[in-house]
């Protein structure tokens, strides 16, 4: 066990004198910070007088401390401090605390010691040097608490939101919620859906957080259950990024879909995200990360009648209206083998013909049905349509 410093004592008729001078140190101390500090002139008048209470607390509290030097320090000087440190977060950050800390001692060291009887003045100086150590210590554990505190009531808000996506909720309480997590971005969402780590504490969300803001404008992370999802906005580089945080999702696929709209908006890509992160498992060579539309098929088994009306809508009725006989060559393509010349002779047409209006299904489609995962979209596509 460390052995505590040794007490500084000081004379009675040195504590008489630094009792009978609080006032006129906390006077000086309060003009040495209008001079050095040049962003103490930018507060509030309010706020001004908070950091002078802070300042005569200190001070006082070294008269205290020098009186009863027997308690551990940094519980002593949290219990003088009082309210002072929430004052002090209220109007200043931690890295300004800290240059308030400095000069307060500072000043007292430049006019303390003067008050002195001169054998005790470099007792004084000693004493002024540890007290304040144990008061810059005590405002940076303050600080710190309330960041981790800050930190999970954030992480409370970002899970709000995910939910109210989730349950579809009414746009103005998504966009509300949004709001309260300072989500920036007025269009452009991306949902990503994937297991969570064993360990998905608030340190491993803060860590995530930090990641995803390098490619993109928001981010918001939150664990339900098993799954880890991301909302993320603004992304320049989606595919990239998400390369690039891939190792924080546990095993399993990694789903994403996109709206490009607002986020209140954003409940159908949520949606698609989970639907294809249910049925990833059913294509076996799905790359990770995937997308949710490149899922279609799995989702449509499934039971997602989104995917089931999107490949109706964008294959089945799109080939029936473009005429030309697409639907009923690729028909006969996918479902006769995948054989251009079995096809020619089941339509009776040449092969050229069947590979040009295979063509045509890909351009008008965006599927191509001489590759073989795109020709089973077009296959579940043509049979959902038939259904």
């Known amino acids: ?41 930018t507060l509030s008048t ?63 060291e430049q006019r303390l010691p003067a008050l002195m009887p001169p054998a005790d003045q470099p007792l004084v100086l000693e004493a002024v040097l540890r007290y304040s150590r144990e008061v810059a210590f005590a405002i940076a554990d303050v600080y710190a608490r309330a960041a ?36 920036q971005s007025p269009a452009g969402v991306s949902v990503v859906v994937g297991e969570a780590p064993l360990e998905a504490d608030t340190v491993f969300i803060s860590n995530l957080r930090r990641q995803c803001i390098r490619f993109a404008v928001d981010a918001v992370v ?40 607002a986020i209140a908006e954003a409940a159908g890509a949520a949606t698609s995200a989970f639907s294809g992160y249910s049925a990833a498992p059913a294509w076996s060579q799905a790359p990770r990360p995937v997308a949710a539309e490149d899922l279609l098929p799995e989702r449509a088994l499934a039971g997602d009648a989104a995917a089931k009306d999107t490949l109706v809508t964008r294959i089945h009725r799109v080939l029936a209206g473009a005429g030309h006989s697409l639907l009923e060559t690729v028909q006969a393509y996918v479902e006769g083998g995948h054989s251009l010349e079995a096809t020619a002779r089941e339509l009776y047409v040449h092969t050229n013909t069947v590979r040009y209006r295979l063509k045509r299904v890909t351009e008008v489609t965006g599927w191509d049905p001489m590759e073989p995962r795109d020709a089973y979209v077009l296959q579940t596509a043509l049979a959902l349509g038939r259904l």
Not at 167 to 180: G, V
């Open 1 to 41: 066990m460390t052995a505590l410093p040794a007490p500084v004592a000081i004379s009675d008729e040195a504590l008489r004198t630094l009792r009978s001078s609080l006032s006129r140190l906390t006077t000086t101390v309060g003009e040495h910070l209008e001079e050095e500090l040049s962003w103490y002139a």
């Open 46 to 108: 309010e706020e001004r007088a908070s950091l002078r209470l802070i300042a005569q607390r200190g001070i006082s509290g070294l008269v205290s401390w020098l009186e009863n030097q027997d308690a551990r320090s940094l519980p002593l000087v949290n219990e003088l401090l009082g309210p002072a440190p929430t004052d002090l977060m209220r109007s200043i950050s931690l890295q300004r605390a800290l240059q308030l800390i400095r000069t307060i001692v500072d000043a007292v």
């Open 148 to 183: 981790e505190s800050r930190g999970a009531w954030d992480s409370r808000l970002e899970a709000l939101l995910v939910d109210a996506l989730l349950r579809d909720e009414p746009a103005e309480q998504i966009s509300s919620r949004a709001a309260a997590v300072g989500w």
């Open 222 to 261: 939150g664990v339900q259950g098993q799954r880890l999802i991301l909302l993320l906005g603004g992304t320049a580089d989606l595919a990239g990024g998400l390369d690039r945080i891939e190792s924080h999702f546990g095993e399993g696929p990694i789903v994403h879909a996109h709206h490009d709209g």
